[in-house]
């Protein structure tokens, strides 16, 4: 078939069935493109006869005789979009331009609509290795093309959605060899990582290169650990911007295992920068909140025990010299009405005192937190009947101010917590140091605790405890079960602060 040669008349029957000696090999071509039966057809390069088969001519909705064995029945049906690239196909592999014969393109039908044609065709030599034959096939691939015309349709719409939301819909893939790319990256990416989804195609590092060094670690760590558990993915990192801004990063994909041991996440990263900044503030408004109800608590705690408790102890001296005073007069009535009174004030003492130490025990800035902390233990065994074992060095370190102070709030909110919820009867409360952070321990046997419970007031219990470490660089680590609870607090002693 080629529109340079001499065009046959319809072929005698004699003559198909010369053309077909060979009927093998065009099986063969069939079997080799996994297509099942195609309609075959054959070119003689030396008579210039061509051959349409049965199956050939009902792809396009014509019975065997109704379709001639011409060439021109070929060329006409030809979509005009299609006909010069695949004259042009049909040239070239007859002049050894092209190695293999196999294209595309649509064909009229019958009913008029346009059928798409993938068609394979091979030469018969002979014993000198001349061609004397072209053998072929047409597969009709009309469905097919549909349903890639369908998809592409499908995504074309995907990427319009995705190209209007704000950040980066993307595909990462991370292969065995450890090499990793993006093969799929909304055009969000250029605008926040200044990269093109073309550059990243195939090697992902340019968007790891814009990532703050000091997440790369934890970056990379966690997508090996969402790769080997085939996990949710989910972190936040930073980004430094072209001109040196740094935004935050928060990324949202779901992991699947391919056939060659690659994974493929399917995600979005959006920037939460502003978020941040106001999480941020909002941590700032918090901690200032609670160094003012620190100071607050302290000067409440020295006025009730340098003020009200010393004018307490006046009227309790007074009562004293009144009782001496009736007890010349023999008034029995007045004397128990005075030591009634006495007893009261006594006790009310007692409770300002204890009320005044709780808000803040003077000797956490006098002697520091490890003797505020063995004076607080007794008192509250002493209170509760709960014993509290201590274990820390004799001559602990003087810590800055502000990490005594959250240190001594952790116990604080512990035991109480033990007293309130774990029934347990004894406590174990732990400080050291070691490699530049001090470490807190407070655990009891009782009977635990949802971790997930939350406070009735925000900024109180294990959320409240959390964030005054936090704001010092230090964590909240706490475990609960059957067997009891164990809160532990580690923070960050600057050089030369312990």
């Not at 602990?396 to 240190?407: D, G, T």
Request: overall charge negative.
């Amino acid at each position: 078939m080629t529109p340079t040669s001499p065009v046959a008349h319809a072929t005698p029957p004699s003559a198909d069935r010369r053309l077909w000696e060979n009927q093998g090999r065009l099986r063969q071509l069939i079997h080799a493109a996994d297509g099942g039966p195609g309609g075959l057809w054959a070119w003689d390069l030396v008579t210039n006869a061509v051959y349409f088969s049965p199956e050939w001519k009902q792809q396009l909705g014509y019975a065997d005789r109704e379709l001639p064995n011409l060439f021109e029945e070929w060329d006409r049906r030809l979509h005009p979009e299609d006909r010069e690239r695949t004259l042009a196909t049909v040239r070239d592999y007859r002049a050894g331009l092209r190695a293999f014969y196999d294209m595309e393109f649509r064909m009229r039908h019958r009913d008029g609509s346009w059928r798409w044609i993938f068609a394979r065709a091979d030469f018969l030599r002979d014993s000198t290795g001349q061609p004397v034959r072209m053998l072929g096939y047409h597969f009709d691939i009309t469905e097919r093309k549909q349903a890639e015309e369908a998809q592409a349709e499908a995504l074309g719409r995907l990427q319009k959605i995705a190209e209007s939301i704000p950040g980066v819909v993307y595909q990462y893939r991370l292969r065995p060899d450890g090499t990793a790319c993006f093969p799929y990256a909304s055009e969000g990416c250029r605008e926040m990582y200044g990269v093109g989804p073309e550059e990243v195609r195939e090697d992902a590092t340019k968007i790891f290169a814009r990532h703050h060094p000091d997440d790369l670690p934890g970056l990379v760590a966690s997508i090996e650990k969402s790769a080997r558990d085939l996990t949710p993915w989910r972190h936040e990192a930073r980004l430094i911007a072209d001109d040196g801004a740094v935004r935050w990063l928060e990324a949202n994909s779901l992991p699947e295992r391919e056939a060659d041991g690659s994974i493929l996440w399917h995600g979005y990263i959006a920037d939460v920068t502003e978020r941040k900044l106001a999480e941020d503030a909002l941590r700032n408004l918090s901690h200032r909140l609670v160094q003012a109800g620190d100071a607050e608590r302290r000067r409440i705690a020295r006025e009730l025990h340098d003020s009200t408790a010393q004018d307490l102890a006046a009227v309790l001296m007074n009562l004293a010299l009144l009782q001496d005073h009736l007890g010349k007069s023999n008034d029995l009535v007045a004397s128990q009405i005075i030591a009634d009174s006495a007893a009261l004030l006594e006790n009310s003492i007692h409770e300002l005192r204890t009320l005044a130490y709780r808000a803040h025990p003077p000797r956490l800035d006098d002697s520091g937190l490890a003797g505020a902390l063995r004076e607080y233990a007794s008192g509250f065994s002493q209170r509760t009947g709960i014993r509290v074992a201590v274990e820390m060095a004799d001559a602990f370190p003087r810590l800055p101010e502000p990490l005594e102070m959250a240190l001594f709030r952790v116990v604080q909110e512990s035991l109480a917590n033990v007293l309130r919820h774990s029934g347990s009867a004894t406590a174990l409360l732990r400080l050291a140091t070691t490699g530049g952070a001090v470490t807190l321990e407070i655990a009891d046997q009782g009977c635990g605790f949802a971790l997930d419970a939350r406070p009735p007031v925000p900024g109180i219990g294990i959320p409240g405890m959390r964030e005054r470490l936090q704001y010092c660089g230090g964590r909240l680590e706490v475990a609960s079960g059957s067997a009891g609870t164990t809160v532990r607090a580690v923070l960050p002693v600057p050089e030369g602060g312990a």
